[in-house]
Every structure is written in C-alpha cells, then in structure tokens.
C-alpha cells in the first residue's frame, strides 16, 4: 500500500493546480486520476476563455476567484510556458433589452473589480472585428484566450517536477476513516494519507459522499461545439458573446482558439449523463443558425471537428436556484478539503481555488516550505513558431527538428518524441495529441496518426495492441488484418 501525507482525487484543471500548490510545501502528495491523463473530462471541453468576472453575483467564491485568477495570468502563463493572449472579449446586443443587461453585467463587473471594461458603438465594434454581430457591444479587455488541455498539462508537469506523484487508472472505488488516516481504495490498489482533498469534477458528488459529506446535488448542463478551420480563424480577432440573459447565462458564441481556429457554441440543455458527450445533429443546426449571429464567416466549409462538454453545477433541489463554487473543511470530517460544483469559470478559478484549499492543509499541519520549488515549466518547443534561422538551428542541434511528422499543425518528430517522453509518463495518442496538436487539423490525424501510433511503439518498446487512443480499453488495434508474407 502507498503511503502519502496527502492525496488529491482528480486531475483536471482544479486538482492539478491544487497538486502544483501543494508542491510549494515539503510534504508527501500523490494525485488518483480514473483517467489515463490529465484533463480527460471537463477541463478540456471548453471554450478556452479567461473570464473577467462580470456576470457573477459580488462576494462569491466565483465571483472572487475569477477576478483573481484573470489578473495574475499573465505571470502564471509565463511561469508554466503556455500560449496565451489577452485578447479582450466584445459582448454584442441587438436591442434595448440588450443594453439594459450589459449595463446591468458592467455594474456587477465593476463591483467585483473587473477593468476596463466600456459600452462601444457600432463604429468601434467594427474596428475592433468588422465579423463581429451586434449593433453595439461592451468591450472587456482584460479577457483572454488558451489553451484549457496545455495549462491543465502544465500545471500537473510542474507539481510532478516538484515532487508530486500521478497515479493513472486509478479509479477511487471507496474511502475508510481509520484513527490517524483515510484508506483510498481504487482500481489500481490501495493508498492511505492524512488528508484527502476532493477535486474529482463531474464526479466529486460521490467522492464527497465517501469522505462523510452530503451527495451534494449537481445538474449537467451540456453544450455543443463547432471547430472551424484556421482559414475561418483569419476572420476572428476577437471573442464574441451575445448579451448575457438577464441571469448572466450566455447562449452561443464565437471564439478564437489560441492556435488559430475558431471554436462556436456552446449551447446549453440539461444531462443525466455525467460522460454523455454525444453530439446531436439537432443541436448542431443551431449552432450554425445562432453562430451565424455572432460570427459572419460561420460557413460550414470550415467545420473539421464537433464535440461537448458539460458544466456540472450545484443547485438547490427546492428552488432550483443555482449556487456558488463549494469549498469547505469540516471538523467532523477530519483533514479533508471538499470542492463541489467546480464548473465554469472553472479553467480561470483554478489557481485561486487551490491556493484557497491548500492553505486550510498548510495551516493546520504547519508546513515548511519547500526549499527546491520552482514554479517554472518549461514546455515544448514548436517548430511552427519558429522563425526561419531559429528552425535552421534547432534542425542542426537536434536533426529531428527535420521532419515534420503533422503537416496541418507543423509539428516535427522532435516534438512528438518530447511528447511520449512526458514527466507525467502519459502514452496515449490523444496524450501526444494534446501536448503538441498533432492531428488537431484539416485532416484530423490522417496522415500523422499511424505514423505517431508507431513512434509510441518504437519509443516504449511495446506490441501495437497494447497502444491506446485515450480510454482504458481504448485500444488503437486489436489484431493484424493480414499474417505477415
């Protein structure tokens, strides 16, 4: 049985951060992820936004963390060597209704303290995206854009780097309170710790329950998307939203991806499914119709790729009131942090959030700082963001620089090598996929996808029976079609 001082259940976006937080400190911690990866569910089914804060109600634990996490993200993108871009965001309305509510959302905005944020024209909407709907538009400039599977990555490389252990397949099964500790039974095995803190996602009901809490009640609100191709993304500069309801939920939208495409949708409708991440030819007729709206080059010559994601947010069964981010620590359920209800603006909340959950450990256990911690990652150098003399040395210091192994996105076969050889010890095709984006383009790995399935076997000396597209069980080949001649 491993032994740690603290685990932390779920390695999205908020568990990883919490990892890399927890790593600050000289103390013991392991991460248990279901998942082959990082960033299997919701963390990675997003739109990539960096939200300002606007349409969260003031003194909440969202409202709080999002402002927060939206002004320190410069330093933290240049800290993990992710992609990132303040792009601003312009959110368009069409009538007097509409302006009633972006000047209701521009005072709640100001009240969380949100920058910069101003009512523009049609002229200056024009200026800033002539592709932009709307007839007027308030501008958020500190709003930005990345890349939700490149950050979730980064953050767990640089807590593993600082000492943190990533189990994958390590699916939490049931939790024993013993005198001094918790049992965390999983698929893989067994594991005990002093503290447990739960970042499970979609699924921390139920760990929530396990740990003594109540089976907090969730809803899935699921929303489809459009990628368009990089020949769309010439068009955006911009994210665009419409006006927010009078609740502050927004319905489609047009965003620019930090690689260059353009991401539209989503919509929103209720799930059962906590994995139900189906598209539906329905909800897709919408997202053209209403993308359309947002986005003048909506066309759909440009869809290479769709896919869902679901927010899943704790509400009040009685009212059906829908309420803040959960974050607590309970005396009768001792050493353990409880985050329910982690939804969006999750990607943005991440960082505040962990710093929040593990400070409650860090102060009740007294813990010393960690004298080697270095909040810096450094990431994966890209052959597509080169300049001309800059690929001409790396190609002479490392030749395989020298073959472009992904010719949509660019991506050389020394990219793809540092990618099997991760500090996560990740070797999945969607693994590789999200750490250099291969297959991520017009022809959505048919010509690169064999070719990376065999480097990983190559690489780590395995059958290719035993090479797995993303999912246990997920197996890229099953047999050969043909014996040998």
């Known amino acids: 049985m491993a032994e740690f001082d603290v685990i932390i259940i779920g390695a999205g976006v908020v568990g990883s951060a919490v990892a890399r937080e927890l790593s600050r400190y000289a103390v013991h911690a392991a991460v248990l992820e279901k998942e082959l990866d990082v960033a299997?569910?919701?963390?990675?089914?997003?739109?990539?936004?960096?939200h300002a804060g606007f349409t969260y109600k003031p003194g909440t634990l969202k409202a709080e963390c999002a402002v927060e996490g939206n002004q320190e993200f410069d330093q933290v993108a240049k800290e993990l060597e992710i992609p990132f871009r303040r792009t601003g965001k312009v959110v368009v309305g069409f009538n007097d209704h509409d302006m009633e509510n972006l000047l209701k959302f521009k005072a709640?905005?100001?009240?969380?303290?949100?920058?910069?944020?101003?009512?523009?024209d049609k002229t200056e909407l024009n200026r800033l995206?002539?592709?932009?709907g709307g007839e007027f538009a308030m501008y958020v400039p500190d709003s930005g854009i990345l890349d939700p599977m490149q950050y979730t990555i980064a953050l767990a490389e640089n807590a593993c780097q600082n000492g943190v252990e990533f189990f994958f397949d390590s699916k939490v099964t049931a939790i024993e309170r013993t005198k001094d500790e918790y049992l965390v039974k999983t698929t893989k095995g067994e594991f005990s710790a002093k503290w447990v803190v739960n970042c499970a996602g979609m699924y921390a009901p139920e760990i929530s329950e396990m740990l003594g809490y109540p089976n907090y009640p969730t809803k899935g609100f699921k929303g489809e998307y459009f990628i368009l191709d990089k020949k769309a993304g010439k068009h955006l500069n911009i994210p665009v939203y419409p006006a927010p309801n009078d609740k502050g939920g927004f319905s489609t939208h047009a965003t620019p991806t930090i690689d260059g495409n353009v991401l539209v949708g989503p919509d929103s409708y209720v799930t059962e499914g906590r994995e139900d991440y189906a598209v539906t030819k329905e909800h897709l007729d919408g997202l053209i119709e209403d993308g359309q709206k947002m986005f003048k080059h909506m066309k759909r010559e440009y869809f290479i790729r769709n896919f869902a994601g679901i927010r899943w947010k704790r509400y009040d069964p009685e009212t059906g009131e829908i309420l803040d981010f959960l974050l607590e620590a309970d005396e009768e359920k001792p050493n353990t942090v409880n985050l329910v209800g982690i939804e969006s603006p999750g990607i943005t909340c991440a960082l505040p959030l962990a710093r929040r959950a593990v400070k409650i450990v860090a102060e009740r256990e007294h813990l010393a700082a960690n004298p080697d911690f270095n909040p810096c990652r450094k990431g994966i150098r890209k052959y597509i963001e080169m300049s001309t003399e800059e690929k001409k040395q790396a190609i002479a210091e490392n030749p395989d620089y020298g073959e472009v192994v992904c010719r949509c996105e660019n991506v050389s076969r020394a990219e793809i090598l540092q990618a099997i050889h991760n500090p996560l010890g990740v070797h999945t095709v969607t693994g590789i996929k999200n750490r250099t984006r291969a297959t991520m383009g017009r022809c959505q790995g048919g010509y690169c996808e064999t070719r990376i399935t065999k480097m990983i076997e190559e690489e780590l000396g395995i059958k290719p029976e035993e090479v797995r597209y993303s999912k246990n069980g997920g197996y890229m080949f099953t047999g050969k079609v043909r014996e040998d001649v």
């Open 40 to 50: 299997c569910g919701n963390s990675s089914r997003n739109t990539g936004m960096l």
């Open 108 to 120: 709640v905005g100001e009240k969380n303290g949100v920058r910069g944020m101003q009512i523009i």
């Open 129 to 132: 995206d002539s592709s932009a």
